[in-house]
């Protein structure tokens, strides 16, 4: 373990990373944002494939396995040789978490089952994920973001009451999933300081969705009834929804405080209707839906977001523009905090990515871009495990990396 540093709250912990696809590397994302030491190992001769999984032009890296790989470094290990698995090994005792997102079955099928991890390394955080996790009757079903979205209860409460189920636009079962791995992987970390022992710590896809669910679904659970869509409205708060606005962007406007929905019709020139239907408290306001929808609506409609926006929020009233993904890469604020960085990879030039969403006041947190294949090879095989040049040369000429 590398000395720690003050500025990087993870620096200092090393995660050996074996996942795809996304919900895997969203995790290991977040912990290199913070710090870590993420090496992620490839296949030799299949690892490319990942990386050309989608958008790539051609001869070029997919920016879907750039954006999941920033601050990472990149190492080729064939897991199906034997020495392959003998170097891992060894990795595994100098690391401090394996991060991976295979079947159980596949791990053990190369010896390292949780009881061999255990006994290579007993300080070691062994992290998974998967759609359903390694125990209950759907624990061996595959899984990927959307059928996660639909075994979580999500797609059943998006969009508008009588349309189909709806996926949510962001892959958010990968995300959320990832990040809660990240923070188990954290804890088990904290844990380890006290106990001196390593854990084994997993995540659903599925149970991460319902969880994104709590607050909605949640409270239908709980009384045993269907959650009922209601697109971008809320059941019971007016206002809560969408406007459309002069130059034909939106904006949307969530209001449940009394005090806050007095001051806004008030803001708008409609105080008179609060007196006039009496509209002091959410079942009132509830059952004037139309009333007070129109009045906003109208008011908007005079008006471009950016106005809205400015006005609602200098008067402490909940309202943000609908910003699209060439917004969002020149928003001012995203920018400055810096949320949107430039990065500089070795094939798409500088481009602009998405960066951490966690800040520390008295630090900064440097994002760089995703690796080369087997970039780290000679550092890390050589740095930490000590194997000279001829043995790596060797290595790579038997494809072991």
Request: hydrophobic residues 35%.
């Amino acid at each position: 373990m590398s000395k720690l540093k003050e500025d990087r709250p993870l620096e200092g912990i090393r995660v050996l990373d074996l996942t795809h696809y996304e919900a895997g590397p969203t995790c290991t994302l977040l912990l290199a944002f913070l710090g870590a030491e993420v090496i992620k190992i490839e296949s030799p001769t299949r690892g490319k494939l990942n990386r050309h999984l989608f958008y790539g032009l051609e001869g070029q890296e997919d920016l879907y396995f750039v954006l999941l790989n920033l601050n990472k470094k990149s190492i080729t290990l064939d897991l199906n040789t034997e020495r392959g698995r003998e170097l891992f090994d060894e990795l595994i005792k100098k690391s401090d978490v394996l991060v991976e997102n295979f079947a159980t079955e596949k791990m053990a099928k190369w010896g390292f089952s949780e009881e061999a991890l255990t006994r290579c390394n007993p300080a070691l955080v062994y992290a998974s994920i998967t759609g359903y996790g390694s125990y209950g009757p759907y624990a061996s079903y595959p899984s990927l973001d959307m059928t996660a979205q639909a075994m979580g209860g999500l797609m059943s409460i998006t969009g508008n009451q009588g349309d189909p189920p709806l996926r949510c636009g962001a892959t958010v079962a990968d995300s959320s999933g990832g990040t809660n791995l990240a923070l188990g992987i954290v804890a088990a970390l904290y844990r380890r300081e006290k106990s001196g022992k390593g854990m084994r710590v997993e995540v659903s896809l599925q149970d991460s969705v319902v969880s994104l669910g709590r607050s909605l679904l949640g409270t239908h659970i709980a009384f045993g009834s269907k959650t009922p869509k209601a697109g971008n409205q809320l059941k019971d708060v007016v206002p809560w929804n969408i406007y459309g606005t002069s130059e034909g962007g939106y904006v949307a406007i969530c209001v449940i405080n009394q005090g806050t929905f007095e001051k806004l019709m008030h803001l708008i020139g409609k105080a008179k209707i609060v007196e006039e239907f009496e509209l002091y408290s959410l079942q009132c306001r509830k059952d004037a839906r139309d009333l007070i929808e129109k009045a906003i609506g109208e008011w908007v409609s005079n008006r471009t977001k950016k106005e809205v926006m400015k006005v609602l929020c200098d008067n402490d009233i909940p309202c943000g523009m609908i910003l699209d993904s060439l917004e969002i890469a020149d928003d001012p604020h995203l920018g400055q905090r810096e949320m949107i960085v430039k990065v500089v990879h070795p094939q798409w030039g500088e481009i602009k990515v998405p960066g951490c969403p966690v800040k520390f006041v008295d630090s900064h947190l440097e994002i760089k871009s995703s690796p080369k294949s087997g970039e780290h090879n000679q550092e890390v095989f050589s740095g930490l495990l000590g194997l000279s040049k001829k043995q790596i040369r060797l290595l790579k000429s038997r494809n072991v990396i």
